[in-house]
């Protein structure tokens, strides 16, 4: 079974810097799908940046990129000049290509923008 | 457009009681999720529907737990009879279900505490 670890229940970063989140994963898939949502407090969560596994460049959006190495199955998220709106939880997740469509979120790690 | 919407977003009640949770998709969404999330933990997979069949319900505790997707629009989850280790998040999503990379939008989730 597929499995997603974030190893950084918390972190903090200054605001204006760079932070990253660590994410690995285990499969025997080839095929598949890795996403980072981000869960603000008490609002809805919603979807960060995607990576197809079949696509060696790394996926960014705006002031978020991630580090897809798929030898070693890690999807870490770099977020650059962090903002306070920054500040949420952010999961880690895992989908099959080729089954069905449910998605395997990681315990996620909360991150803090220092002011 | 209007997200998700979930009603009630808070919800008290002793155990052994029935609780019923609401969820109105996003306008035009075929596929229907429910999710769990349990305090410091990612959400996990309960049921999901395209249109208004159950398509994987295969983590839903159907001893106490139901729910329905009438003209595939709507849902409701209950649970009957609630216990302590039922007190979570609830997570309605939606998603167009145009195929695996299909963005899932997830509503504000209903907090329910058993007491």
């Known amino acids: 079974a597929q499995t997603v670890t974030q190893s950084q229940p918390e972190m903090s970063v200054q605001e204006a810097e760079t932070v990253t989140l660590s994410c690995t994963y285990d499969?025997?898939?080839?095929?598949?799908?890795l996403f980072w949502y981000k869960q603000p407090p008490s609002r809805q969560m919603i979807l960060v940046i995607r990576?197809?596994?079949?696509?060696?460049q790394n996926a960014t959006e705006n002031r978020f990129s991630v580090n897809f190495q798929k030898a070693a199955k890690s999807f870490s998220l770099k977020i650059s000049d962090s903002q306070l709106g920054d500040a949420a939880m952010y999961f880690c997740?895992?989908?099959?290509?080729?089954?069905?469509?449910?998605?395997?979120f990681g315990k996620g790690t909360r991150l803090h923008i220092l002011p | 457009e209007a997200g998700v919407v979930q009603s009630p977003r808070y919800k008290i009640i002793e155990k052994k009681q029935p609780v019923a949770f609401w969820c109105n998709p996003i306008?035009?969404?075929?596929?229907l999720y429910w999710y769990l999330q349990n305090l410091g933990q990612g959400p996990e997979l309960l049921i999901r529907?395209?249109?208004?069949?159950?398509?994987?319900d295969s983590q839903l505790p159907k001893d106490r737990f139901s729910a329905e997707r009438l003209k595939g629009v709507d849902s409701t989850l209950k649970i009957q009879p609630a216990e302590l280790g039922d007190s979570a998040v609830y997570l309605c999503?939606?998603?167009?279900?145009?195929?695996?990379?299909?963005?899932?939008?997830f509503g504000p989730g209903t907090r329910l505490t058993v007491l």
């Open positions: 999503a939606s998603s167009l279900r145009r195929g695996p990379l299909d963005t899932q939008y």
């Open positions: 499969t025997s898939e080839s095929d598949y799908y």
């Open positions: 990576q197809e596994a079949y696509k060696q």
């Open positions: 997740a895992y989908r099959s290509a080729h089954r069905d469509d449910k998605i395997i």
């Open positions: 306008s035009g969404h075929n596929t």
């Open positions: 529907y395209e249109n208004e069949e159950a398509v994987d």
